[in-house]
């Protein structure tokens, strides 16, 4: 009776916007069902721009961030290849990976991803440091009824999910910009600095509803 009433309050969390400045969310087990979808300000984006921060020892697949629309399941997508060892990026379903970086268990990475429709253009930064701009898809905007979930994979607009996808570990400090953030503006949300927040997502505004088991508490602090 207990983890049902848990449950229950957990899917109704948060029907306005909540400050969860230092805090994190916890995905603490293998599920295919546990996520949190973002509810974002903006549903068409001709340029825009993807951060956030997690932690995981889980060594296999799982998806980072997914965005998805009634045309598209991964109009949006950041995904870890543990086969691969490389982090791919999908933009209205086409991709292009990234390889050859320390993406080390038990520690807080910081990722930050951009894409422009007008140059087709994707760029990947990896704890502040850039890969090179990659083309992957132009000519036309990401549109339509988005969906925006952490924890999962979609397969499909709003579900599809695998548990062989799910990301296992905390995530934090997740914002989403309908622009492309210069290298300063990057680096300044890496080294957790007084940059602006995101305009489509923003973790100190964060509209979101959680279901199933993940929980929300605050982000480890450096003792004195």
């Not at 995905?27 to 546990?34: E, G, K, M």
């Not at 300000?41 to 998806?63: E, I, N, P, W, Y």
């Not at 994979?153 to 309908?178: A, P």
Request: glycine content about 6%.
């Amino acid at each position: 009776m207990e983890l049902l009433l848990l449950l229950v309050v957990l899917k109704a969390c948060a029907a306005a916007p909540q400050d969860l400045s230092g805090k994190m969310f916890i995905f603490p087990q293998l599920s295919s069902t546990a996520h949190v979808r973002l509810i974002a300000s903006t549903q068409r984006f001709g340029a825009l721009t993807v951060c956030h921060r997690s932690f995981t020892d889980f060594k296999r697949d799982h998806a980072l961030f997914s965005l998805a629309t009634p045309s598209s399941s991964n109009d949006f997508l950041i995904f870890w290849d543990e086969a691969k060892k490389q982090m791919t990026a999908f933009v209205k379903n086409e991709f292009t990976i990234y390889k050859g970086w320390d993406y080390n268990s038990n520690m807080w990475h910081s990722i930050c991803t951009t894409w422009d429709s007008e140059s087709g253009l994707v760029q990947l930064w990896f704890d502040g440091q850039p890969t090179m701009k990659k083309y992957i898809s132009s000519g036309s905007n990401i549109s339509g009824s988005t969906i925006i979930i952490l924890g999962q994979e979609q397969d499909t607009h709003g579900g599809g999910f695998d548990s062989k996808q799910c990301f296992i570990g905390m995530m934090s400090d997740v914002h989403m910009w309908d622009h492309t953030l210069s290298p300063c503006e990057i680096q300044k949300y890496v080294d957790g600095l007084n940059f602006t927040p995101g305009n489509v997502l923003s973790w100190s505004a964060l509209e979101f509803q959680i279901t199933g088991r993940v929980l929300i508490e605050d982000k480890p602090k450096t003792c004195d």
